[in-house]
């Protein structure tokens, strides 16, 4: 997973302005509720950690549930289908509850995936926790711009966008190497009982800092059913599931090849995952300074990358060096992602951006199942290789569909940091 940028379409600043979510009407042009803001960032670090985790723990949980590692991958596949689902479907179902009510019952279902997790015996009751957490994930992605809007003032949005945009970036560098460290020392599960305890805090919090909000909106399944009949969106989520499987299919299987192929130990596959995630903190930024001059160009220029990078997995990953710096420079190259495809979904749909964005959030979980499931086939048949077999291609495919049919014009100033 998972995440979303704040994104001006300058083109489209009236049909932007109708559906843009205001402020709630006892907020004044010179408050801010900050509380409310890192309430929010804390419960994104908390998801995208828990979401996170198995990658960086995929042998152990085999090992310790008697599964193979393609098995084991797909607590991957589970969250993300159920967040697909539950993307557009959780604004929908709860549109008559307060929005406070709403964060904290997902913060809370949040809660309760860690401590099953924590205590699962098998490869089901373990499905079943990161079922609850693909629960949670889609419901608070979904929501998470909107509520936002209402905590600032609308000149604070990019601001308070940002500052919840961090918990990404801060997990995307401490889940996989910390969860590694602490269940090389602890066993696997240690790592679930901290992100556990996160989630507990930010519940705490969420509770105090943000206040009552009565439901606003009131969105449809024609909005969504019409979106998809336009040709720009329907390319642009085609392009999302090519690439971000391709993504996923090597990065929740990455431990095992450098198990397997680069014969690592534990503290350098650490060392190695922080590289990553480092890479992708400063990928963030990078990803973003591209997709403000073109969102095709950022996406083109990640793809490409990741394609070249895999490919010298697949060749040389026997090589120590050869693997650190490729996972490391795969980690700065997916930060142009989530920027070029969130800006291109909104200038293809500038009067739906929203549903716009329900539905790419809906894409990005879709596709990192078909990586997860794609690549736990290709482990599975042909080793710890087959993951990056397996993006080279759909990276490539995708790549060429977004080169070919992407959008020509300039991107929309983005918001750097961004992730899903």
Known sequence: MSELSCIDAPEADTATAASRPQPAAPLHESHANWGG????????????????????????????????????????????????????????????????????????????????????????????????LGVALGGFWSMAAALAMRLVPERLFARAMSLILTGVSVATVCAAPVGAYMGNLWGWRSAFVAAGVVSLVAIAIQLVAIPRLPPKDHPSLKVLSELLGRTDVRVALLAVLLVVSGHFAGFTYIRPLMEQITHMSVSTISAVLLGYGVGGFFGNFAGGFIAERSERYAIVAGGGLIALLAASLWVAGSSPVVAAVAITLWGFAFGAFPVGFQTWIVRAAPDHAEGAGGLLVAAFQIAIASGAIGGGLMVDHVGALGGPIFAVITMTLGTLLTLRYGPRGGGAPVAAGAHF
């Open 37 to 132: 803001i890192a309430s929010l960032a804390l419960g994104v670090f908390s998801l995208v950690t828990a979401e996170f985790l198995p990658a960086s723990l995929l042998t152990a949980i085999a090992t310790d549930l008697g599964v193979s590692d393609g098995a084991a991958g797909q607590a991957v596949t589970a969250t993300a289908i159920v967040g697909a689902i539950a993307a557009p479907t959780i604004p929908l179902l709860t549109r008559n509850i307060d929005r406070k009510r709403v964060i904290v019952m997902l913060s809370l279902l949040l809660l309760l995936s860690n401590i099953l997790a924590v205590t699962a015996g098998s490869l089901p009751v373990l499905l079943v926790a990161r079922v609850m």
